[in-house]
């Protein structure tokens, strides 16, 4: 039986058993709305395959799925080294590579409270190194051990700090553009949202894995649906930064 599901799904365990068998694999964790419990009737399956190097993508290209598998270190980001998106009896599956020595040095990091954060086209606010450990502390494990992953005192500190003076930062820019572009007005505010809900969430020793709902939980979704209904009013840019400052509680630099 998968530890982490409430019902052992035949299909999912069908999928672990074949990834758990693979050289190197020392864990297998479910993450999502799969893992949080909230899947929909097109959500894909994340599993994230921990190993101890050398690992060979090969591996999971030898299964026969169809679909894409990068080598590890084939993604932009460092920390997130690789992964897949195949497809598996018809249901789409998302593979994330994760090597556990890169784990190890996360995990030394945040609770120095050391972080970086990396460009990604899946992040508008950039991806925190931590992510992977957030991964951890957030999924549910299917096959083997993982450490426990409770959110670092220290990092609680850096980390909002960090997302609040990049959010007051940017806010302070698009408060000083001269011409004030709609895109450039409107990409700048939505960041500066998407920052001060990392320093919430942050401030709050709450993990999380992406910005797809990160808003919400962080209690701005209001904010956020007024800022929809003043871009779309088209809402003089002056008048809009004053109030996103004012919405969000920063002082602009």
């Not at 479910?30 to 190097?53: C, F, H, K, M, V």
């Not at 690789?82 to 784990?103: A, M, N, S, Y």
């Not at 190890?104 to 925190?128: C, K, M, N, T, W």
């Not at 894995?209 to 209690?219: L, N, P, Y």
């Amino acid at each position: 039986m998968l530890g982490g599901l409430v019902a052992p799904d035949p299909f999912i365990e069908a999928v672990v058993d074949r990834l758990a068998a693979l050289d190197g694999v020392r864990a297998i964790q479910l993450g999502g709305s799969r893992a949080a419990g909230t899947p929909t009737e097109r959500s894909d399956w994340d599993l994230a395959i921990y190993y101890r190097r050398p690992f060979d993508a090969e591996q999971i290209r030898a299964l026969g799925w169809p679909g894409t598998v990068w080598e590890v270190g084939g993604w932009a980001a460092p920390m997130m080294n690789g992964g897949g998106w195949v497809e598996v009896d018809g249901q789409p599956v998302d593979l994330h590579l994760r090597d556990l020595g890169t784990i190890d040095s996360l995990r030394v990091e945040a609770a120095a409270g050391r972080f970086a954060v990396h460009r990604s086209q899946y992040f508008v606010a950039g991806i925190p190194s931590y992510i992977p450990l957030a991964e951890i502390g957030t999924g549910r494990l299917l096959r083997g051990e993982l450490p426990a992953m409770d959110f670092p005192d220290a990092l609680r500190r850096s980390a909002s700090e960090w997302w609040r003076r990049e959010a007051e930062q940017q806010l302070g820019y698009v408060a000083s553009l001269k011409h004030r572009p709609l895109a450039v007005i409107a990409g700048g505010v939505s960041k500066a949202l998407i920052e001060v809900a990392h320093a919430r969430l942050c401030e709050a020793g709450r993990w999380v894995t992406s910005e797809k709902r990160i808003v919400d939980a962080a209690g701005l979704g209001s904010v956020e649906a007024e800022l929809i209904e003043r871009l779309a009013a088209g809402e003089p840019a002056g008048r809009l930064v004053s109030w996103v400052v004012e919405a969000l509680g920063v002082e602009p630099r």
